[in-house]
């Protein structure tokens, strides 16, 4: 049996969004800047998804900037944000847990551009410290970044409370969400939640890798970070991914449909295996684990067994999970996620992220399961002490 319990990492295309993407890239090829038919053919494609995606969002067509991703998304949001509004002031404030696409991003404004950022601390379960963001709060604070769900531990963040005290200190700050792990699985509405930049990726919902949207609210003042022809209002310039763009739009309704019945399903399979894994001796189940957790992320720290040789053993078995952020896989570290959140010294090397999808069964989870009751005891047995 293969089980792909990392959708966390990316997801498996829906089929019709890949028929879509096929037929775009080899029938309807125009580039949407040329004025001829097939050019504004592309045109409509473009014009349609973010038509798409502003009726999911309940937002204005004209605020949905396409980029690569949502690494792009998270740099236009933070650079251009802080450099246009440099002369209200420098100072920043994000969470000690963010992605790397946001805390790589603070570090080089702080380091290189002369802005100051605070890394506001969070709880055991890894929700955001609110009374630290009123007290971070300042006269020279231009903007703040609090990610809707953490890609970890699936910890769900209260941006809309955090967005509201944000407000109420200060209006003409600005207030960003990197939502990449919680766009189709929570409705999220800018304009209600005072929000006034998304981030969003496509390869986590079902859609093509490569393409992503930012959000950006009608107050925003953003100065780009690539230059080019102009496209995108000159925002971000540079061809338009059409055959992206339009998968993503379709992925999103999509995921969008039925999304209270998928993540019931999803939520119930989580509770199951939680509840097979707490039967293994000295595990731990990092973040929360109820209502207000992410429905798709499990992590879990298995001591005495290294999370590495546990991903490849689980590989071995056609069980395909994460350790950590993969969008970070390739550079080994003790993640500064479950740091964050205190967790203890002999699960910071040994966890591993499962995560689901709406297409994850009950057969994959138990299979799961007896394939951990088996192998946890035997690697336990040869890890040196």
Known sequence: MEVYLDNSATTMCYPEVGELVYKIMCTDYGNPSSMHRKGVQAEHYIRDAKETLAKLMKVNAGEIFFTSGGTESDNLALMGCA????????????????????????????????????????????????????????????????????????????????????????????????????????????????IDLVSVSGHKIHGPKGVGFLYIGPRVKISPVVFGGGQQKNIRSGTENVPGIAGLALAAGMIYRDMDMKNALMRELKEHFINGIRKIDNTVVHGPTD???????????????????????????????????????????????????????????????????????????????????????????????
């Open 83 to 194: 450099r246009a509004g440099r002369r209200r002031g420098r100072h920043l404030i994000t969470t000690s847990i963010e992605h790397p696409a946001i805390l790589n991003t603070m570090r080089h404004l702080e380091e290189e551009e002369g802005f100051r950022v605070t890394y506001l601390p969070v709880d055991a379960d890894g929700r955001v410290r609110l009374d630290a963001l009123k007290e971070a709060l300042c006269p020279e604070t231009i903007l703040v970044s609090v990610m809707y769900v953490n890609n970890e531990v699936g910890t769900v963040q209260p941006v809309a409370e955090a967005a509201r005290i944000v407000k109420q200190y200060n209006p003409s700050i600005l207030f960003h969400t990197d939502a990449v792990q919680g766009f189709g699985k929570y409705r999220i509405w800018p304009k209600r939640m005072g």
């Open 291 to 385: 209502e207000g957790s992410a429905p798709h992320i499990v992590s879990v720290g298995i001591a005495g067994v290294r999370s590495e040789v546990l991903l490849h053993a689980l590989e071995d078995k056609g069980i395909y999970v994460s350790s950590g952020s993969a969008c970070s896989s390739n550079h080994p570290a003790v993640s500064g996620v479950l740091k964050g959140i205190g967790a203890a010294k002999e699960y910071l090397d040994a966890t591993v992220r499962f995560s689901m999808s709406e297409f994850t069964t009950k057969e994959e989870i138990d299979y799961t399961l007896e394939t951990l009751y088996n192998c946890v005891p035997m690697l336990r047995k040869y890890t040196r002490r």
